[in-house]
């Protein structure tokens, strides 16, 4: 089990197919460490410094919103559209469960 030491938390995160090859990641689940509360935007800062090509992927450079067709789970509940700085659920930051970034389809 990954979980907390220091100040910091060991999660697991899923990123799809796409964001894996720019990120240079083999495995579906990346571990990332993230320091002080498990919030979307805290995942997010700390993917986005551990990996600087993902940067401006998921989030706007400048606004640092979510940008459309990107959608983000946690424990099978949908956290697209919640606050950026609700805490997470429990088996997120202890790392029973990973946060996933998931790329909509669009189209018909």
Do not use: W
Request: charged share 25%.
């Amino acid at each position: 089990m990954l979980g907390r030491s220091a100040g910091r938390t060991m999660i697991r995160v899923v990123l799809p197919y796409h964001l894996r090859n720019l990120a240079r990641v083999g495995s579906e689940k990346i571990q990332l460490e993230v320091a002080g509360t498990v919030t979307v935007n805290a995942v997010l800062d700390a993917l986005e410094a551990r990996y600087p090509m993902l940067a401006g992927t998921i989030r706007e450079h400048d606004t640092k919103k979510r940008r459309a067709f990107v959608r983000f789970f946690a424990c099978g509940e949908d956290f697209t559209m919640v606050a950026e700085d609700k805490v997470l659920p429990e088996k997120i930051s202890n790392g029973e469960e990973p946060f996933m970034v998931v790329g909509a389809i669009a189209g018909g």
